[in-house]
């Protein structure tokens, strides 16, 4: 199997589930995972998706963030029936694309205003096998702010979720901080314990905060928590969820090597940049050096 870096759109198009994850864990450490979000009318480069502006980066991924996949329409993004928005993404930029999906538990202790979320952003069986329908390769089962997501009941949709349609979807499941959740806050966001429960549940990737991003998430600590992840043969996705992403780009680099000597498998790289993508490319320039990443910039989706 190729390793991701190495893959054009045609060699991504014709893989399997499992394909996908070994391809990813042939890359070793040096695959990033773009967020995008749609809680905007408008893409910040008007007439261009941001997908596309992401891909030109360097990403590798591509994770949507607040897509409704009852109604999948993204800017810039022109399709006859919205449901035709991811494959038309894919098609624009070669690459793996996926989309959080939210487990609200009813009964969270929350800090703060809980944020009402659409029908469409929850994750169920229902969601997920809408995800399959529109073309998604993978989902992550995670919180936005104020969204009332917990761990537990991430551990609860993931069982019911990999039961229905598992061998379609590649299932990633974790907080890149609290959500809201008082009981997930700082190092309560991930354990060992936690983990094998994911694991357990269906999940092939787990994420957890990059280190320096959320109070108490040390390198040793997320170092350690890799380390377990990796010998229950998941992979590991390290994410920035906290506005860093658009921090000054040493500080960009700084988190990307450490989440790299931690051991991650998949670089997530959060979607407050304010369409400031430059720092994605600080980010593989860090962890991969120029070649990968011009590779990553320059292949067509033609290939």
């Keep these: 199997m190729k390793r991701l870096l190495n893959c054009f759109a ?18 070793e450490g040096r695959i990033i995972c773009a967020e ?24 590798d991924m591509l994770l949507y963030n607040w897509l409704d996949v009852y109604n999948p329409s993204i800017p810039c993004i022109t399709v006859e029936n919205p449901e035709d928005s991811i494959r038309r993404v894919k098609e624009l930029t070669g690459r793996i694309v996926g989309a959080n999906l939210e487990p609200v538990d ?11 979320i659409a029908a469409g952003r929850q994750a169920n ?38 039961k229905e349609c598992g061998d379609e979807l590649i299932l990633m499941a974790g907080k890149m901080h609290a959500a809201g959740s008082v009981r997930d806050a700082g190092e309560n966001i991930i354990s060992k314990e936690l983990i ?56 960009i680099k700084r988190i990307g090597l450490m989440c790299k000597m931690c051991g991650a498998d998949i670089h997530h790289f959060g979607d407050a940049n304010f369409g400031n993508n430059e720092n994605i490319y600080h980010y593989g320039f860090a962890i991969r050096g120029v070649r990968h990443t011009v590779i990553s910039m320059a292949k067509s989706p033609n290939r």
Excluded at 14 to 21: Q, R
Excluded at 197 to 217: H, K, Q, R, W, Y
Excluded at 228 to 248: C, F, N, R, V
């Design 10 to 27: 045609s060699d991504i198009r014709d893989m399997s589930k499992e394909e996908m994850l070994e391809s990813i864990a042939a890359s």
């Design 36 to 59: 995008t979000t749609l809680n905007s009318e408008k893409s910040p480069l008007e007439i261009i998706s941001d997908a596309e502006a992401k891909s030109a980066f360097g990403a």
């Design 106 to 116: 009813p009964d969270v202790d929350l800090m703060g205003e809980l944020n009402p």
């Design 125 to 162: 069986v229902n969601t997920a096998r809408q995800a399959v329908k529109i073309g998604l390769d993978f989902i992550l089962l995670t919180g936005n702010p104020g969204s009332g997501v917990t761990n537990r009941q991430i551990v609860k949709t993931l069982k019911e979720i990999k």
């Design 196 to 251: 094998h429960e994911f694991v357990s549940a269906g999940a092939d990737a787990i994420c957890l905060p990059a280190p320096g991003t959320v109070p108490g998430i040390t390198l040793d600590y997320v170092k350690e928590m890799i380390q377990y992840i990796h010998s229950l043969k998941a992979l590991a996705m390290t994410a920035i969820g906290t506005s860093q992403e658009g921090a000054d780009v040493e500080t």
